[in-house]
């Protein structure tokens, strides 16, 4: 297992970037909720201390045992994580006098300190709290300050244990990543080893050990998170893994034949399945998300098993998980505060016996394409756009028939075209069409229509873990309008989406 820093989240926006962040000085991190801490063993070679919405003052406010780990690793606190130090062993948190959101700037900063060396005076930081330290416990020591906060970080003597009030892991703190280094590099004495090819080494390695002999039944989607996955597995087992490429019928337009064909040339061993009848027959009347998502990862499922009874000697299933879906699945407040569920997170029904391997689910998304490349993935799959794994169905708002599916992939035919023919497509990380429950009033040519609308998607992001609406040309926008209208019958409006994520999420379901 490679080294490794624990990030504790008690609930923060940011928590996810801060991850990223470590990632990107090629250290390894994994973030658990702060009431589920993992075993503390020797890979770990320090810990973050989220921010959090909460206060330390609120009753039930999220809370750690700090005294068993203290003095054992370094400790970082970060807003919320300085402030549970703080409070924790006797110092002042109260409500801050003064707005203390957007930026700041480091007006004393003691550079003898290994977490601050490198960094300037009027240093620009990110603040973002409601709460401020007014008084510090004895023992600890301020070591940076602004103009309106005196505690804006500080260590506690004695031992590797600091806490900042402002946030690194954002762009807006300019030598954030500088400060992250310090503590991950310097103090925590992380090696700057984890890299793409130590990954696949590791990981195939761990593939032969943890599979052996038996056989696996991968499910594929033709997208990079699926392709990495199958092709890591092939790497290690070869002709033992079997691909299943299911046509759920919710694909986009002439997708199946697509994929299929985009993988005969990667050695895989791929069955595609029409089961699209089934697929809809499990979705008749449901209209609310979760209720679809579920059915049609059971049906998946079961899809799945039949596939594997047809084949002797399979003991795994294969998935494409990433740590985006793992991170959203498992929320510090418990299941019922999870965002949505994914179809592929939570294990299997007990009716079907495979075990789970899942050899991307510490990834994020852009690091998966890191991988696919130093794989030598073909680029038009590394380069795809990201695809829910239901598929169109949470882009159809309301209940599924087959011929709202038919309107909707026309629909996203045509604007994920013409994102291509005037390249745009790369400068998008995910772009789709959404069926909207309603009807509108239109005109055409001399009669009244009352017709479906559509909204169309276009986001930038990194891991999909926040993402901004893309800023597509007005005249590119106004094409896809006149298309989409003239040519998809039953579809009078057409809209664009310029929400970010967060609030909103990318999906619109």
Known sequence: MAEQILILDFGSQYTQLIARRVRELNVYCEIHPFNNVPEINDDIKGIILSGSPCSVRDEGAPDLDLDSLRGRLPILGVCYGSQLLAHKYGGEVLPSTIREYGRANLDHIDLHHDLLKEMTHGSTVWMSHGDTIKKLPEGFKVIASTSSVEVA???IEGEKTYGIQFHPEVTHSTEGKNLLRNFVVSICGCAQDWTSDVFIDATIEDLKSKIGSDKVVMGLSGGVDSSVAATLIHRAIGDQLTCVFVDNGLLRKNEF????????????????????????????GLTDPEAKRKAIGRVFIEVFDDEAHKIDGVKWLGQGTIYPDVIESVSVKGPSATIKSHHNVGGLPDFMKLSVVEPLNTLFKDEVREVGRALEIPETIIGRHPFPGPGLAIRILGDITAEKVKTLQEVDH?????????GLYDQVWQAGAILLPIQSVGVMGDERTYERVVALRAVGSVDGMTADWIHLPYEFLGKMSNEIINRVKGVNRVVYDISSKPPATIEWE
């Open 153 to 155: 970080a500080f260590k």
């Open 257 to 284: 034949e697509e994929v299929l064909e985009s993988y005969k040339d990667m050695g895989l061993n791929v069955i595609g399945v029409d089961s699209k009848q089934r697929f809809y027959d499990a979705l008749a």
């Open 414 to 422: 045509i604007f994920i075209q013409g994102l291509k023919n005037h």
